[in-house]
T-cell receptor, first 110, second 113 residues
Framework: EDKVVQSPLSLVVHEGDTVTLNCSYE??????LLWYKQEKKAPTFLFML????IEKKSGRLSSILDKKELFSILNITATQTGDSAIYLC??????????FGKGTSLLVTP | DAGVIQSPRHEVTEMGQEVTLRCKPI?????LFWYRQTMMRGLELLIY????????DSGMPEDRFSAKMPNASFSTLKIQPSEPRDSAVYFC???????????FGPGTRLTVL
């Protein structure tokens, strides 16, 4: 059975800190890994990763995939209170369905 | 551009009643997904459609759940009869192609008393 495990489950940091969120997976016929940010409502798309070792970057957020070790990390530098959210990792298999992890709840305090 | 539209945003009903959730995907998107989110189980895929055809409904919990997509701009998820354990937030998402990133609607918060 496909599995996506995120860690830590929750995290509290101070503004300005750098955080690293982890996502490990066991998926048959891996296609891609996606990161989403969920505040109070719907998840919003951050990154889609398909190749190992290629960093995707958007402002203070970046992510990289390791297909050999079956994990991805999401980095947020110089955190702001607006980064407080649940970060979801999802993996797509050959059936094209997305299998989501339980998420990491990040709280950035002023 | 309008995103994915879902209605109603909130639904409170009594056990045994029929519930119908509605979704309008982003125009031009060919794939549509229904998810359910609870604290216990996180975000789970229920069913997805590609070009209006159901492709994978293995996530539909039981026969009380059904989904349709009569045309490219409308889908429904129906629960009949509803039970308290169906209480959750139901999200609809769409993507241009099934391999692309998915865009989520605002969700319907369902409470079954």
């Amino acid at each position: 059975e496909d599995k996506v495990v995120q860690s830590p489950l929750s995290l509290v940091v101070h503004e300005g800190d750098t955080v690293t969120l982890n996502c490990s997976y066991e998926v048959t016929n891996f296609r891609s890994l996606l990161w989403y940010k969920q505040e109070k409502k719907a998840p919003t798309f951050l990154f889609m990763l398909t190749s190992s070792g290629i960093e995707k970057k958007s402002g203070r957020l970046s992510s990289i995939l390791d297909k050999k070790e079956l994990f991805s990390i999401l980095n947020i530098t110089a955190t702001q209170t607006g980064d407080s959210a649940i970060y979801l990792c999802a993996v797509r298999n050959s059936g094209y369905a997305l299998n989501f992890g339980k998420g990491t709840s990040l709280l950035v305090t002023p | 551009d309008a995103g994915v539209i879902q209605s109603p945003r909130h639904e409170v009903t009594e056990m045994g009643q029929e519930v119908t959730l509605r979704c309008k995907p982003i125009s031009g998107h060919n794939s549509l997904f229904w998810y359910r989110q609870t604290m216990m189980r996180g975000l789970e895929l229920l069913i997805y459609f590609n070009n209006n055809v159901p492709i994978d409904d293995s996530g539909m919990p039981e026969d009380r759940f059904s989904a349709k997509m009569p045309n490219a701009s409308f889908s429904t998820l129906k629960i009949q009869p509803s039970e308290p354990r169906d209480s959750a937030v139901y999200f609809c998402a769409s993507s241009l192609l099934v391999t692309n990133e998915q865009f989520f609607g605002p969700g319907t918060r369902l409470t079954v008393l």
